[in-house]
């Protein structure tokens, strides 16, 4: 299960086994062997895998079927608003995006500013 949805998930945000490699910090024949069933990866890299891959533990390990659990609830006006006091930067402003795609904006920030910091964490320890 877990190998199959590694691809799957890898594919589906378009991502080589290379840049998948480089963003977590290891080397492509490791993920290709996750992929292939040959090795699985320690708790530590599942973690950084599906933080990267902005989906779950679980979903990798077949617990559950949804890859994108937790995606934010459709932003308010109200949110709209904090985006802006918070310095939240948006092409054309926020009024120019639906609440569904200010929740998803946000969402994908959020979790591409964690993959990087766990990254350069893991950068620094080396």
Excluded: W
């Amino acid at each position: 299960m877990l190998s199959q949805r590694l691809r799957s998930r890898r594919k589906e945000l378009k991502l080589t086994q290379e840049k998948l490699a480089e963003m977590v910090n290891t080397k492509k024949t490791t993920i290709s062997n996750y992929e292939t069933g040959y090795s699985t990866p320690n708790n530590e890299m599942l973690s950084d895998l599906a933080d990267v891959l902005k989906t779950t533990s679980d979903y990798l390990l077949g617990r559950t079927d949804d890859p994108a659990p937790g995606v934010p609830e459709i932003a308010t006006e109200k949110t709209k608003q904090d985006h802006a006091k918070e310095g939240s930067a948006f092409f054309g402003g926020a009024d120019k995006y639906t609440e569904e795609e200010l929740a998803i904006a946000d969402a994908a920030a959020r979790a591409a500013v964690e993959a990087y910091r766990l990254g350069k964490k893991k950068r620094e320890e080396k």
